[in-house]
């Protein structure tokens, strides 16, 4: 049977500098990984995409972050325990060096593949909840799509994913929130 889902999967700045051994290294990062395998792997999402920070040893943001994601490095890779297939389409973000980018629709090439590919709603998961993940949330709402943040695949920097204040901003700018074990019921 044809799959006729418009769902979209998008996967956040997975990778091994978000995760460990780095100045923006997340507490528990690695913890999401089972939950954002499984995603990836159920036939509810149409498609996946993955967005990578990827900087020149040069960026602007390292005078705030620190070095990370340097393009071609171990700590710009995703690590070897995420699931991963040739059909998962990569988008970069932080090419500019004079750009500090968190959302990916800042790669201008993201809306229009989405867009191509008929996608209607998108499910976002990744690092980190409160900074890449909640801006590329922000921009699917502008952009008109059903935004989801599927809160326990994502790890917050200064959020963890029961804060209710958090919440209830993250509803308040139109995105919805759910956990992994809703979409494994759905199917
Ligand atoms: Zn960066």
Redesign the pocket.
Known sequence: MANLSSKALIRVDIQNDFLANSS?AIARAQEIIPNVNELSCNSFFKLVVDIR?C?KPT?K?FAK?GQ??IEGSYGYNPPSTLYVNSNIKLFH??MDDKV??LSGFENPELLPYLLAQKIQSIYIVGLALDFCVLSTAIDAVKYNFATYIILDACKGINVNMDNLTFQKKLASQGIKTLKTADILSLK
């Open positions: 923006v920070d900087h960026h943001s972050w990370h994601c973000k932080g500090d980018t």
